[in-house]
């Protein structure tokens, strides 16, 4: 049960006002003709007016002031279907303004509520019966008259397209919603890149499409060199700073279909599909050069190198956890001759110190 004044119960009242304005006050057309052949008394009206024009904003200021909107919303649907049920044995249950009626509230408490909704509300609607037959009495009338039937016509029409849009829009709400939850689920939170687990299923995927197609890629490792000393020298605040900053350079470095991701603490990972080895690589040197030219005026000391590992794709890979394991390979020489560089490893031989002109 959703009790909060703040999330899901305000959007709940604010989606109900709508239809209930509009169903309230189309219904009361078919509402009044029915009742005219039966000339009710003065009050009969006046309620049939409060009812009609001004308990819809009643009720959504109720709903709002409430403690709890979703249960104040709730109770005031059953109100609508226990009034639904006195107009109906009102009218002496006028078989077409009745249908109209209590099938369009039907509606409206399973779209609101569904199951359960929908019998609370018919519990109501007797309850709305009884009280009419005790107040008014008791009668039936099966004969329904032309003006009646023109003035459910609107009601017939106007309502379920008005409900029909509220849950339309209901339903691209929640799937923006459900879009945002999978990419968030996709995404490291610190980086905003693909976390280790979404980076790993999509090189899976691309392996198989280099295996089955031919086609040329390149996956990168990116280590931050002695990232530890950087944490424990100015603080892990100034860590994830750094960790931000990588994960914005390589993002600007990055094209539209290639994919970056954080492979876990201090080391990042990209996915290059359709590019050749030379444009990996210039990629790659251009964020270590940016990446080392980063300069903070309140932290002078503070110096980032980076050490990358490249692999191409090559049809003699087993799997794409081989393929994986020859960026490692190359980002573990660059570790070992120095650090600030980017390797390559073409599979087999040693790898390869890459060097580009100034």
């Known amino acids: 049960m959703i009790d909060n004044n703040s999330g899901k119960g305000l959007s709940f009242v604010r989606r109900i006002y709508l239809p209930r304005f509009l169903g309230m006050g189309i219904g009361l057309f078919c509402v009044m003709a029915a009742m005219a052949p039966l000339q009710p008394p003065t009050w009969v ?23 709890a909107p979703y249960r104040a919303e709730q109770r005031n649907l059953l109100l609508d279907s226990l009034m639904g049920g006195f107009w109906t044995a009102a009218f002496h249950f006028n078989p077409l303004p009745s249908v109209t009626i209590l099938s369009m509230m039907a509606m409206n408490n399973v779209a609101a509520g569904g199951k359960r909704m929908v019998i609370r509300g018919l519990l109501a609607q007797l309850v709305g019966m009884l009280l009419a037959s005790l107040v008014i009495g008791t009668g039936l009338q099966l004969q329904a008259t032309p003006l009646q039937v023109f003035a459910c016509l609107p009601m017939l029409t106007l309502y379920p397209l008005a409900l029909g849009w509220v849950c339309y829009r209901l339903a691209i709400k929640l799937a923006d919603h459900k879009r945002q939850l999978s990419a968030l689920s996709r995404t490291d939170s610190l980086t905003g890149l693909l976390n280790h687990g979404s980076w790993k299923d999509l090189l899976l995927l691309k392996f198989q499409i280099c295996r089955q197609q031919q086609l040329p890629a390149v996956i990168a490792l990116i280590d931050i060199d002695h990232f530890k000393t950087i944490n424990d020298t100015f603080g892990h605040v100034v860590g994830d700073c750094v960790l931000r ?80 394991e020859e960026a490692d390979k190359a980002l ?27």
């Open 245 to 324: 900053h990588l994960s914005q350079e390589l993002r600007r470095n990055l094209r539209e279909d290639d994919l970056g991701g954080r492979y876990g603490g201090d080391e990042f990972c990209v996915i290059f599909p359709n590019i050749d080895e030379a444009r990996a690589g210039q990629a790659m040197e251009r964020l270590r050069e940016r990446v080392n030219a980063y300069r903070n005026p309140q932290l002078p000391a503070l110096r980032i190198s980076l050490s990358i590992g490249l692999a191409a794709f090559n049809a003699e890979l087993k799997s794409a956890e081989h393929w994986l």
């Open 45 to 67: 009206w006046v309620l049939m007016l409060v009812n009609a024009v001004a308990w819809p904003h009643l009720a959504y200021q109720w709903a709002m002031r409430s403690a």
């Open 332 to 358: 573990y020489a660059a570790k070992h001759q120095g650090r600030d560089q980017v390797n390559f490893n073409r599979g087999g031989g040693a790898p390869l110190r890459l060097a580009y002109p100034e």
